[in-house]
């Protein structure tokens, strides 16, 4: 063999436990980058009229006996979610998370309930009970007549 067709050494080669190391980090990286953003500070003001569905004016939501006392229920066609905090007091709020604009999901122990984060918000008036939200959902305005309860 003459000294051109001598190859240096490679080093040792890593181990496999290096290896499996190196791609949970990848891995672990590639997940975490699906769940953020490009700012972790959440600086947006609150949804406001941010919606999945329909916004229509005067649409019949529902009756206000569908809505529980101390709770609430959510319509994610029209967006909103309709909160019943103390006996015939009827507040709407988005249906859209401040945090990274999940839908909410339940309404259940006092607070209306984003699944995606665990934000939890105040079925009185949207504040933020739990975060990673900073900012309260925005408020839906609905309107009572009767016994029907309809977006304003």
């Given at each position: ?22 791609v ?7 997940a ?44 994610a ?76």
């Open positions: 063999m003459t000294a051109s067709q001598e190859t240096a050494p490679l080093g040792p080669s890593p181990s496999r436990r290096s290896v499996v190391a190196a949970g980090a990848v891995g672990i990286a590639a975490l980058t699906a769940c953020g953003s490009d700012s972790d500070s959440d600086t947006s003001a609150p949804a406001g009229n941010a919606s999945s569905g329909g916004d229509e004016q005067g649409q019949e939501l529902a009756k206000t006996s569908d809505i529980p006392e101390g709770g609430g229920k959510i319509f066609d029209a967006g909103v979610v309709v909160t019943q905090p103390t006996k015939g007091q009827f507040k709407g709020f988005t249906n859209i998370c401040t945090h990274k604009q999940c839908p909410v999901t339940k309404v259940e122990g006092g607070t209306i309930n984003c699944p995606c984060h665990g934000s939890k918000f105040s079925i009185e008036d949207g504040s933020v009970k739990h975060g990673p939200a900073t900012q309260p959902l925005g408020e839906k305005k609905i309107t009572t007549s009767g016994d029907s309860i309809s977006l304003a």
